[in-house]
């Protein structure tokens, strides 16, 4: 009986097998239909790189990859889940997706060798059709020209990005052509070399000036059915036939076919396609018949339903059922929905595969990429700092996706244990870069020696707002400008952080510390009689060119509750939560406790819900503004133009003076162009978000309030941006001539104190 019913249930639970399918956010209208009377149940991912993971952990059942991430999948988890169909298109049933071909004149001789001196065309590496990645772009160049090997006399020059050197050499190596599109994501760059080697330009209309936005080829006026004259590699196959000898075109093996059957048939004879063994292979009719190349640079695999390893053949037979003829079964029922939802519509055709392979034997039968690892480059890869195993591993995903796609330079992703470590670590030329939190851009800055290389860009609403908040009691009594302070108890979230030295800026600025008072821990220390400044102690945080007891700015500290202190007069300065007074809310707990007369905050953290938890009242605090006047209102509503600073709220930072700046800008700059906003979504190469949770945890590599890069430049646009980079100019350029540090003995000079008291009649109201 027992047996009975533990067969029924296990049939029954058989029956109602409900496979879990990865649908990237925001298709609610699929997801309804699906979970009321599908057998596929929406799993919501942030990304299809998400959906990746979720398979190989059995926590998702099934997805649709496209091409370019098929192949990624191959690399970063070769054996995990298996490719159970391909999409294709109805009219398109070849195995490949496309196939990139070179074309010659069929008298070609000596192989690649023999391109020497060639004029080049290009269908642009801004072009969109058939999606070829910068890898496939520049697959043939790099060959023929053999751009990636590089050789000790010959590496990158010193400051030169690689697009630089890579156009230089190409250059010398097809002195004319029409090469068009960006050369660099960096408008500025991209102008330059357009200027720099123009004849890489000149074949892109007749006339040969052409500037490098495409083709215009007044021999292509007249039109052929079957050929679309507007298509690039239609274009550069043009560019071939009328520059006759000594010219070589990279295309698409379709547009070949088009090409040569549909327009040109009586030249087709007189061009071969130009093998990457260097032997060649004259395009007879017959041969443009065949959808499949006679050789080809890159051959792509198609998209792909990949499902969890141990349920694949299960999910290939549901699939199988669900769509006996691989397309859309047009019943209206879900089955249809589905497919339209994550296949395609109308044109689209699931082809099961037989083998059930794993990623990386589909995709290397048709694409081997070579392994990162065991790949030279003509430039050292850049290494990125993360501080836990969730961030390295989405850094790892990020590195192996621009990778596979042919960024270069390519990046490497080390590990390490918090953020100064890693700051440590680029100082001293460990690792080069970290997007880190504009808290500890003076740190940055002063102590480990860094530089921004780009602010990162939030919504304005996300930046860093700096506030001073005094008791409102105290307010009403005795300190209502930043001169009531001195001799008083102040509190900061953190020894140098982004508050602590936003108080320096606004004392020199209302004159209660002198203009030459440089070494930022004295004359903090000197102007009040005891503070809280988490971290003062520790040779993480310590100021450069300061000798001064920094634990006075530690006597305010306190151990949080449940701390057990044997000492009964206990000195902390951790800084971390087991000081009860680090972080903002530890700073306004510290003003609220009476334990000091002025708290510096980031107001973001203590705003609203975070205030009621620690049992405080907006109308306990007011703001003393920037202008030394107090805020109209009590509460922590605070208008920006009373913050002490509104700032950016991170910024990538690297080694001042590296000679690999440039090309850390230009790879932040592309990283945004593939996987950033600006990235659309439909068109994207690879679904993967560098400004999103990743694998469902928030604020890896960069906070998920990001959205992208900006300059660290005084001429910056945006007020913000610009905010930050005069904050740490102000900071920095403090004349810091030992012996003239302001009070070297704590004590303004009379003089100073004269014309400080001048200043305030007659500056500060
Ligand atoms: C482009 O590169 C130039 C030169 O390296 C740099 O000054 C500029 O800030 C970059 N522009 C952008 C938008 O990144
Ligand atoms: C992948 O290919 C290897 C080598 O051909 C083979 O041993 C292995 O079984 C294949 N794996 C799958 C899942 O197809
Ligand atoms: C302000 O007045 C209060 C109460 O009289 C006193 O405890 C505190 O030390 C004063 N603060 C300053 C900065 O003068
Ligand atoms: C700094 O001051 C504290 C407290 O006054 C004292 O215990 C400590 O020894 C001093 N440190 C140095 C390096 O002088
Ligand atoms: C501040 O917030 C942190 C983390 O949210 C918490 O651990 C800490 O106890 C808070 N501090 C105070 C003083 O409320
Ligand atoms: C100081 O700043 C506050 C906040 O923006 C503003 O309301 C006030 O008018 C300013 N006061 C003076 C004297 O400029």
New binding site residues.
């Given amino acids: 009986m027992l047996k009975l019913t533990v067969l029924l249930l296990v049939f029954g639970c058989a029956a109602a097998q409900i496979y879990n399918v990865c649908i990237p956010r925001s298709n609610p209208d699929l997801c309804r239909t699906l979970n009321r009377d599908g057998q596929a149940a929406c799993l919501e991912v942030e990304s299809r790189i998400d959906c990746a993971i979720k398979l190989a952990r059995g926590e998702a059942d099934f997805g649709v990859f496209n091409e370019e991430e098929t192949l990624l999948l191959g690399q970063q988890q070769p054996n995990d889940n298996r490719v159970v169909a391909t999409v294709r298109d109805v009219a398109r049933t070849e195995p490949v997706a496309f196939e990139a071909v070179a074309v010659v004149p069929n008298s070609h001789t000596n192989g690649l060798a023999g391109l020497s001196g060639y004029n080049y065309c290009h269908p642009g590496l801004d072009q969109q059709d058939l999606r070829w990645s910068p890898r496939v772009l520049k697959a043939f160049e790099n060959a023929a020209a053999a751009l990636t090997q590089c050789s000790s006399d010959q590496p990158v020059p010193a400051g030169a990005?690689l697009e630089e050197w890579e156009v230089e050499r190409l250059q010398q190596f097809f002195p004319k052509g029409c090469r068009p599109g960006p050369w660099?994501y960096?408008?500025?760059?991209d102008a330059d070399l357009k200027r720099r080697f123009p004849n890489l330009c000149s074949l892109c209309d007749g006339s040969n000036t052409g500037n490098c936005n495409g083709y215009n080829l007044t021999t292509l006026s007249v039109s052929v059915a079957g050929v679309n004259n507007n298509n690039r590699h239609i274009q550069a196959l043009e560019c071939l036939r009328v520059n006759n000898n000594n010219t070589v075109a990279y295309a698409a093996w379709a547009h070949v076919r088009e090409f040569f059957q549909f327009r040109n048939p009586d030249v087709a004879t007189s061009y071969a396609a130009l093998c990457p063994d260097g032997s060649t292979v004259t395009l007879t009719m017959e041969l443009l018949r065949s959808p499949t190349a006679p050789c080809a640079f890159v051959r792509q695999p198609w998209s792909t339903i990949v499902a969890a390893q141990s349920k694949a053949a299960e999910i290939q037979g549901s699939l199988r059922s669900w769509w006996p003829e691989g397309g859309n079964p047009g019943s209206g029922g879900w089955q249809g929905t589905l497919f339209n939802g994550i296949v395609g519509g109308a044109n689209a055709r699931v082809f099961f595969e037989d083998t059930l392979p794993s990623p990386l034997n589909y995709t290397s039968a048709i694409r081997p990429i070579p392994s990162i690892d065991a790949t030279s480059t003509c430039q050292p890869a850049r290494r990125w700092c993360t501080v836990s195993s969730a961030e390295h591993t989405k850094c790892t995903w990020v590195r192996t996706a621009a990778y596979s796609l042919g960024i270069q330079p390519t990046i490497a992703c080390l590990q390490r244990a918090h953020t100064f470590q890693c700051l440590d670590d680029i100082k001293e030329g460990r690792a080069d870069f970290i997007a880190s939190s504009s808290n500890y851009g003076y740190l940055a800055r002063d102590h480990y020696n860094l530089s921004p290389v780009?602010l990162v860009q939030n919504a304005r609403s996300d930046a860093t707002r700096i506030a001073a908040f005094v008791r409102e009691s105290s307010a009403q009594n005795n300190i209502s400008r930043f001169e009531n302070l001195r001799e008083a108890r102040a509190c900061f979230p953190e020894f140098g952080g982004i508050a602590y030295v936003s108080f320096v800026r606004v004392a020199h600025e209302r004159g209660v510390i002198a203009q030459s008072g440089c070494d930022y821990t004295r004359v903090v220390g000197e102007f009040f009689s005891g503070a809280c400044a988490p971290g003062a102690t520790d040779a993480t945080h310590s100021l450069s060119n300061s000798n001064f007891n920094a634990s006075k700015l530690c006597e305010v500290c306190k151990p949080a509750s449940g701390i057990v202190v044997n000492d009964p007069n206990p000195f902390t300065c951790s800084w971390d939560y087991t000081n009860m007074y680090f972080g903002s809310n530890g700073s306004i707990s510290c003003l609220a406790n009476n334990d000091a007369d002025i708290a510096f905050v980031r107001l973001a953290q203590v705003k609203g819900a975070q205030l009621t938890a620690m049992g405080l009242q907006e109308s306990q605090f007011r703001a003393l503004c920037r202008n030394n006047t107090l805020a109209a209102t009590t509460g922590v509503n605070v208008d920006d133009g009373c913050l002490l600073s509104l700032v950016v709220d991170a910024e990538v930072v690297t080694r001042r003076n590296d000679e690999l700046r440039?090309a850390l800008?230009?790879l932040l700059?592309t990283l945004d162009q593939f996987f950033g906003y600006n990235a659309e979504t439909q068109s994207q190469h690879i679904n993967l978000a560098i400004f999103s949770p990743f694998d469902d945890v928030k604020d890896l590599l960069f906070k998920d309030s990001a959205i992208g890069?900006t300059?660290p430049?005084s001429w910056n646009s945006n007020e913000i941006a610009r905010n930050s980079v005069e904050l740490f100019q102000h900071l920095e350029s403090c004349n810091s001539a030992p012996g003239t540090l302001a009070g070297a003995h704590g004590l303004f000079s009379f003089g100073t104190m004269v014309l400080l008291g001048l200043l305030a009649r007659f500056v500060i109201y």
């Avoid at 960096?186 to 760059?189: E, L, Q, S, V």
Wanted: charged share 20%.
């Fill in positions: 990005t660099s960096n408008a500025t760059i780009k440039n800008s230009v700059e890069f300059e430049s």
